[in-house]
């Protein structure tokens, strides 16, 4: 059978691929803000800070000025690519199927590489200032839940360490009434929450309250957090880092969302068809305070 096919099938296996990867995604995505862009980098946000008012001490007394601090975040593209062969007309006819391995295998390497630019983007250096000369690293001091909070020692994750992120972030003035804090968790922190008492026992429950488990089995919110598994949750030489977060804390910036494509390859004998994706992105940590750190040991 000739390698040359109708120029209808390569638009459907087209199409199919770009309407798999679209609605499929990564597990993150859903969970920060996200903008369009275009250019070598971007400003997602001109940031102002608080003001307070002033006590008129005298009658006519000269006006004075408040100026309030302001900043910017920056946040610049990466290009990302994923080409795959397919060499015969055969296979390639099969691709056509939506739920082709092909198509499969391309919308969990895009969703995973998503997800590994946000967790990136939560304790990573975040560029700053006029024209994104500084860099912020992230504030370990203030923002950060020790390893060993709820124990005797460093231990994995617990309901004293989440109610203590939550407590940080309410105190950096973070309305968690106004916006639902996220949490990512690997498959051994959230081991350890189903072993906590105070997450399995219902006599801690309110009428109302206690965590909510899906169908099987997962926990999927505590004490008002929306919990993500995730194997991707970062780590560094001692810890998992788990990231607890709002919405408008981390910002996914699309220079050019996930496309998918189909070529002949006439450079290659036997003329075979690439399988092509693409996508440009990239993300950043926009506010200190808005993003807690939780130090969990795997051991």
Known sequence: MTVNIPTHFVQQYTTNVAHLLQIQGGKM????????????????????????????????????????????????????????????????????????????????ATGRKIDTIIF???????????????????????????????????????????????????????????EMPYMAINPRQHEDLKRQTQVINTDY???NGGPVFA????????????IVVSRLVPTNASYTLVPMWVKSGIHLGIWDDVKAR????????????QLYTTMTMGATRLEPGRVIQIECTEA
């Open 29 to 108: 995505r859903p969970y920060v803000s996200e903008d369009t862009h275009h250019g070598e980098t971007a400003v997602p946000v001109d940031q102002y800070g608080s003001v307070e008012m002033q006590e008129i001490v005298s009658r006519f007394a000269p006006m004075g000025r408040v100026d309030a601090p302001t900043d910017r975040r920056w946040v610049d593209p990466v290009d990302y690519s994923l080409p795959q062969m397919v060499d015969t007309f055969d296979k390639l006819r099969l691709m056509v199927d939506p739920q082709g391995p092909l198509a499969q295998a391309a919308i969990k």
């Open 120 to 178: 990136d983007s939560f304790f990573g250096d975040a560029k700053t200032g006029k024209t994104g000369g500084s860099t912020e690293t992230f504030d370990t001091a203030n923002h950060r839940v020790d390893a060993a909070v709820g124990a005797a020692a460093d231990t994995g994750l617990n309901v004293d360490k989440i109610l203590q992120a939550i407590r940080i972030m309410e105190e950096s003035d973070v309305d968690t009434e106004l």
């Open 205 to 207: 429950f309110t009428k």
């Open 215 to 226: 169908g099987d089995g997962r926990i999927t919110e505590f004490a008002g957090v929306k």
């Open 262 to 273: 189909v070529d002949e390859r006439p450079d290659i004998e036997g003329v075979p068809y």
